[in-house]
Nanobody, 115 residues
Framework: QVNLVESGGGLAQTGGSLRLSCAASRSTARMESIGWYRQIPGKQRELVAA???????HVFDAAKGRFTISRDSAKDTVSLQMDNLEPGDTAAYYC?????????WGQGLQVTVSS
């Protein structure tokens, strides 16, 4: 298991921006993928964005054109830039890391978008 420390999140207005960051406690060089999930109350956790070891970036459909994921492999961090936020983006956001056949999770960040 790897400790993932998240930062960012908070409150934004519709159309605003927030940035989430996640730092791993050790090297992520062997990672299979790293990224962000979110969980809206009463719903299942869903993948928001991820980057694979081969450098392929994924962003789920509702966030395309609004959210951008980036990874700094030298600092073992991953960030999620969220622009043009909508009330439907209100959720708890979790950083994850899939590496060495195990999945690590961050503690979660609350993002609240007001209308």
């Amino acid at each position: 298991q790897v400790n993932l420390v998240e930062s960012g999140g908070g409150l934004a207005q519709t159309g605003g921006s927030l940035r989430l960051s996640c730092a791993a406690s050790r090297s992520t060089a062997r990672m299979e993928s790293i990224g962000w999930y979110r969980q809206i109350p009463g719903k299942q956790r869903e993948l928001v964005a991820a980057v694979t070891r081969s450098g392929i970036f994924h962003v789920f459909d509702a966030a395309k054109g609004r959210f951008t994921i980036s990874r700094d492999s030298a600092k073992d961090t991953v960030s999620l830039q969220m622009d043009n936020l909508e009330p439907g983006d209100t959720a708890a956001y979790y950083c994850y890391l899939r590496m060495d056949l195990a999945t690590s999770w961050g503690q979660g960040l609350q993002v609240t978008v007001s209308s």
